[in-house]
């Protein structure tokens, strides 16, 4: 691709993206107040004006603006307008990708809303039609939708680790007929991750709590959502709702997995149509609902170490889910002690949106995750519960990084952990 056709593409693929997702709001209502400033881990733990939300913005804004702002048309100095260059691809890819985790934090504290996280995950995509994005990001929405076109040559060995994870299930219930049902038809499909993390807990407490469910061989998360490729991103998702269709389920339920949940909750039902034929919920809620009709209980005197609980920004921020954990966490541990601070304002982890896996950007990363270290710390947790697993690997490096002393895992590990086998 010559360096001329790129712009073109790019550009063009601003501007389709522009039109759809971000609207003239985003690019003409920042008055560069800079109230969203000290919002931003990032701008937080750096001090580096340039890595502020409205500085990132405008590296991509100036260049909408050449198109969309009949100011910039007319006087593109007063305004800052430019044309797209090579170097702005460059640019484009720290401040959208390596300096921002599209976490939200600066538009809830926009007096005006302004969403700076639109207009970067718009960089992302329009980088993403030129190949210009982190290539591990491509790697694993690849090896999903292989893995989707030849589930046959998977079978047999998920199969195999399912038989593994049924029997530690069992043992963790001492019950023998405990199960972890595949592809059956029942009330709820069950949407883990790959690892038993995601699978063994969840199956403890379906089991306890005598649900009707199911799992396939199909997995949560999605790269295609972190380079906003809508195409792979769809083509990942379709699978899953294909299944729910399949086994005729009445509910999915997504495992904990900020960007899954969101893919599910809210995305899915933009990019097929409308509302989807079943019910969704995060796990979150599904424990919240069973310990809270009692049909799993806790014992407490399991954990004797401090526990904080770190809000994912796509469960929490994005998806308003804040109670539902922490009921959970309440019921499991004596000692709860809260971030300052949470909720809607909790700050990221700095290894949203697909920065974990970015092995090139780790000291960054890191680096970014300083402002959550520092929470953690003042809590004086010494276990952190989260219910990502981008969140739960940035805090377990964090950890080790900032010398914590933590353990980390998400609520439903927890809750296994502090179960009541025997009634
Ligand atoms: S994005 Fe909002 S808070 Fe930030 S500078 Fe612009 S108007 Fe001010
Ligand atoms: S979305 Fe989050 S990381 Fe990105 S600029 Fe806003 S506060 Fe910073």
């Not at 599904?286 to 994912?312: F, I, N, R």
């Not at 971030?339 to 809607?344: A, F, G, I, L």
Request: aromatic share 8%; glycine share 6%; net charge negative.
């Amino acid at each position: 691709m010559t360096a001329e056709t790129m712009l073109t593409t790019v550009k063009e693929e601003l501007n389709k993206r522009f039109n759809r997702l971000v609207g003239t709001s985003s690019t003409n209502l920042c008055t560069h107040c800079g109230w969203c400033i000290e919002a931003c881990h990032i701008y937080q733990a750096t001090g580096d004006p340039d890595k502020s939300p409205v500085a990132k913005a405008e590296k991509v804004r100036r260049v909408l603006k050449t198109d969309h702002d009949w100011m910039s048309k007319i006087f593109p100095s007063w305004t800052g307008a430019k044309k797209l260059s090579e170097e702005d691809l460059e640019e484009w890819l720290h401040a959208a990708y390596r300096d921002c985790t599209l976490c939200e934090r600066c538009v809830i504290n926009c007096p005006l809303g302004v969403e700076t996280p639109q207009i970067l995950a718009a960089a992302r995509g329009a980088l993403t039609a030129v190949g210009k994005n982190p290539e591990i990001l491509t790697d694993l929405a690849e090896i999903a939708i292989s893995r989707g076109e030849n589930l046959d040559s998977y079978r047999d060995s998920f199969k195999h680790h399912m038989t593994r994870f049924e029997k530690l299930v069992q043992d963790k219930l001492k019950d023998p007929e405990a199960r972890i049902p595949m592809e059956e038809q029942a009330d709820i499909l069950y949407v883990p991750l790959s690892g038993a993390h995601t699978i063994v807990p969840a199956a403890v407490v379906f089991n306890k709590a005598g649900a009707s469910w199911t799992m396939s061989m199909f997995e949560a998360s999605n790269y295609g959502l972190f380079m906003a490729d809508g195409a792979k991103a769809k083509k990942i998702t379709q699978r899953i709702l294909d299944e729910a269709e399949r086994l005729n389920v009445k509910e999915v339920v997504v495992s904990e997995c900020g960007h899954a949940y969101g893919i599910m909750k809210w995305e899915a039902p933009k990019w097929f149509g409308g509302q989807l034929p079943f019910k969704v919920r995060s796990i979150l809620e599904v424990l919240d609902e069973y310990v809270a009709k009692g049909l799993v209980k806790m014992d407490q005197s399991k954990v004797d170490l401090p526990v904080t609980y770190h809000d994912p920004c796509n469960i929490g921020r994005k998806g308003g889910i804040f109670e539902e954990p922490r009921n959970v966490i309440k019921a499991s541990v004596k000692d709860y002690r809260e971030m300052t601070p949470s909720k809607v304002e909790s700050y990221c982890c700095g290894g949203g949106s697909g920065m974990v896996a970015c092995a090139e950007w780790e000291d960054d990363r890191l680096l970014y995750g300083k402002v959550k270290a520092d929470q953690i710390k003042g809590t004086g947790a010494r276990r952190v519960i989260t219910s990502c697993d981008n969140c739960i690997h940035q805090i377990m490096e964090l950890g080790e990084y900032y010398e914590l002393d933590i353990e980390v895992s998400n609520v439903s590990q927890l809750l296994m952990d502090t179960i009541i086998v025997e009634d």
